[in-house]
């Protein structure tokens, strides 16, 4: 079986279309969250001087970025559905995008 290449439109670092419906907002943030089991529970966030307390975490990915890996979140506030990230080499948090 003859295998076709290597398929440039294929690959995962390519620009990802733009979400309708989300705001990209990508600031620094402060986060309390807890480890338990090599996972990375978030419970509330701080933007803007406003704390937001997180009720559910609707799904979290993991990305590498060169030699980062970025963990990502998708969390509730209840109201609102917020993308948040920690950067495992900088241990900085982000508010990505507001999902509206």
């Not at 980062?68 to 995008?97: C, H, M, P």
């Amino acid at each position: 079986m003859k295998h076709s290449g290597f398929n440039p439109h294929a690959r995962w670092d390519r620009d990802v279309p733009i979400e309708t419906g989300s705001a990209f907002l990508n600031q620094k943030i402060e986060v309390l969250a807890f480890f338990k089991g090599g996972k990375i529970y978030p419970r509330f966030f701080i933007w803007n001087n406003k704390k937001y307390k997180i009720k559910t975490i609707t799904y979290n990915w993991q990305e590498r970025q060169g030699k980062e890996t970025i963990n990502y979140f998708s969390v509730s506030t209840g109201a609102e559905l917020y993308q948040i990230s920690l950067n495992n080499t900088s241990l900085g948090w982000r508010l990505d995008k507001l999902i509206e």
